[in-house]
């Protein structure tokens, strides 16, 4: 490509005072002239922030990436984004996923940058900096940072899912808080985020089937010198993406979307998945819909024997040959001759790779279960949809009608759920109400409620629970998720009462209130919403512009691309 057909020459080819200006302040940073004279300009957008721990270590996984763009003759410019730490984001870190997208589409789109690397990690970071890309559509590559290394406490393996396990433990009065304690110094001891197939391992998985990565990025530990290797060469790639014009638009094609559905049900990723795939379909204008993740996920067994569906954990993942071997074992299931951001096509990418432990990545003839890892239901309950990780989820309950304990709003639920008078037994079904997109706001991941105290004190461990929120990925159970449209719109998720009968049918992907359908409708003629409502602010544009869960909870007007070109400057 000719210097003077780079997007960044727009600013530092220009001669005169606007020359001078684009380029004088840059070169307070010590930068010499010839850096500005025609090599491709890539942006290294950084999610680091001591507030997001699994992103702790991006300032040196930025550096190796600069290595690399530098060994390819590009001039790199890291700048920092919006990060979403999981752990502490009140109210949750979903409610700023399009914020933060906001931020990396328009620093992207007012900057010259030629391409770009994105560096994503904990859960909600790799959609928003995706999502932001996608709408600008410059070349794009994705660094993950990696997972922990597995966390070892009493001489076992653990890693996030095992919070839920604790947390019941303690409850149950099994476990001491000064052992709780103790666990908890020994889960996160390395760099990277977190060690099991949850969101931000899913959200690796995803971006790697996607082609929007180089090939093994999905699994490398953090704290593993490959994953600096990994950093290094997608930088030389970037470089090598700006002089091909090979952009997002070229790689994320519906072949791609299928892949990576595919890949997901072999993993057992979690189901923040469809979410964010929802509304990355959306941000590169493909109708994608719920319906979509069943039909192309049917048929595919579960192949990843990983937490919190199985037993091991990602660094195990890596031992064995990572998602490599996965997608080299799905073989003819994926469209093996769409192209990845290596200018490679899948097949020419996986099929040379081996797997080292079939313990932990099983093939298509011995699969480690048949369930597939994600099912979409429907219903009157849901006419929109909701999800279940059959997976992660228990046999018997697959199939289970029993009475409605509902719990109005998260307050509620803390309020009363280990009232011993509540009047629930194991075959009760537990419905969480307003912790959807526009009622909570932000649908956080409160969706694998507890089970109530005096049921887990008599060894019950799982219950079919129903609400409009979201599950972590690290969460399991028989837990139904993201039910379309939310209780905050008035449905008839809205006017469930106590003592309903909902009916779950997961292998016929049904889920219904067993009400007469003129009650229903006189329930919603007198229901009136009981969610808060912000009065000002980004929570006002959220709660007035998110979509509901089965569009992905994007933003309406934030679909689509708006590209990279800027006609104005100011001069
Ligand atoms: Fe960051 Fe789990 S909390 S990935």
Known sequence: MAAHELRSQGWFG????????????????GIPDEEFRGKPVIGICNTWS??????????????????GIIAAGGFPVEFPVMSLGETLIKPTAMLYRNLASMDVEESIRANPMDGVVLLCGCDKTTPSLVMGACSVNIPTIVVSGGPMLTGRYEGKSIGTSDIWRFNDAVRSGEMSQEQLTVAEACMCRSAGHCAVM??????????????????????????????????????????????????????????????????????????????HLLAIAGRVGLDLTLE????????????????????????????????????KALGTKLHTKIRTANGKTVEENY????????DVIADLDRPFKTETGLAVLFGNLCEHGAVIKPSAASPHLMRHTGRAIVFENIE???????????????????????????????????????????????????????????MSGTGFGTVVLHVSPEAATGSTFAIIKDGDLIALDVHNRTLNLL?????????????????????????????EQVQQAHLGADMEFLKGCSGSRVTRDSH
């Open 14 to 29: 220009r001669t005169g005072k606007d020359g001078f200006i684009y380029r004088a302040w840059m070169k307070n940073q």
């Open 50 to 67: 001591e507030l997001t721990p699994c992103n702790g270590h991006f300032r040196e996984l930025a550096e190796a990436v600069k290595k």
């Open 198 to 275: 949850g969101t931000a391992s899913t959200m690796a998985c995803m971006v790697e089937s996607l082609g929007l990565t180089l090939p093994t990025n999905a699994a490398i530990p953090a704290a593993d010198s490959r994953r600096k290797v990994l950093a290094r060469y997608s930088g030389e790639r970037i470089v090598q993406m700006v002089k091909e014009d090979l952009k997002p638009s070229d790689i994320l094609t519906r072949e791609a979307f299928e892949n990576a559905i595919r890949v997901n049900a072999a993993i057992g990723g979690s189901t923040n998945f469809v979410l």
């Open 292 to 327: 979509d993740f069943h039909t192309q996920s049917k048929g595919i067994p579960l192949l990843a024997n990983l937490q919190p569906s199985g037993k091991y954990f990602m660094e195990d993942f890596y031992y064995a040959g990572g998602l490599p071997v996965v997608m």
């Open 351 to 358: 099929t040379a790779v081996r797997s080292y432990d079939d």
């Open 412 to 470: 509620d639920y803390h309020a009363r759920v280990d009232d011993p008078n509540l009047p629930i037994d194991e075959t009760s079904v537990m419905v969480l109400k307003n912790v959807g997109p526009i009622g909570y706001p932000g649908m956080p991941e409160v969706g694998n409620m507890g089970i109530p105290k005096k049921l887990l004190e008599k060894g019950v461990a799982d219950m079919v629970r129903i609400s409009d929120g979201r």
């Open 515 to 543: 009400v007469d359908e003129k009650e229903i409708e006189a329930r919603k003629s007198n229901w009136k919403p009981s969610h808060p409502v912000a009065t000002r602010g980004y929570v006002k544009l959220y709660q």
